[in-house]
C-alpha cells in the first residue's frame, strides 16, 4: 500500500503563486514519478502534468506554461509551482501515482479570489 499526502494549497490572490507537494510513505517513501489532477466546481478530473522515472514531464493544454512540475530528490516529493494564478484554478488538486496499481492522494484545496 502507498500513502500519498498533498500538501501546499491555501487561498490565494488572483497572479499569485503556489508550490503543491506530493509525498509518499507506505510501500515507497520516496516518489520519483507521479501525476497532478485537478477538479474545480462543477467539472471532473482533469489532468495537469506528470513527470516519469526518466525525468519526461508532459503537460495538459490549459496550463499555458503556468504550471511546472518537478521532482525533489532530497524530499523525495513531486511538487506542482502555480504562478499567476486565476481564479478558475479554484480546486482541489491530487497526486497520483502507480506502484503495481494506481494510488491517489485525499487532495490539497487551492482557492485563488479575484
Known amino acids: 500500500q502507498v500513502q500519498l499526502v498533498e500538501s501546499g494549497g491555501g487561498l490565494v490572490q488572483a497572479g499569485g503563486s503556489l508550490k503543491l507537494s506530493c509525498s509518499a510513505s507506505g510501500s515507497i517513501s520516496s516518489l520519483s514519478a507521479a501525476d497532478w489532477y485537478r477538479q474545480t466546481p462543477g467539472n471532473t478530473r482533469e489532468f495537469i502534468a506528470m513527470i516519469t522515472d526518466g525525468g519526461f514531464k508532459h503537460y495538459a493544454d490549459f496550463v499555458r506554461g503556468r504550471f511546472t512540475i518537478s521532482r525533489d530528490s532530497a524530499s523525495g516529493t513531486v511538487d506542482l509551482q502555480i504562478n499567476n494564478l486565476e481564479p478558475d484554478d479554484t480546486g482541489v488538486y491530487y497526486c497520483?501515482?502507480?506502484?503495481?496499481?494506481?494510488?491517489w492522494g485525499q487532495g490539497t484545496q487551492v482557492t485563488v479570489s479575484s
Open positions: 497520483y501515482t502507480y506502484f503495481r496499481k494506481g494510488y
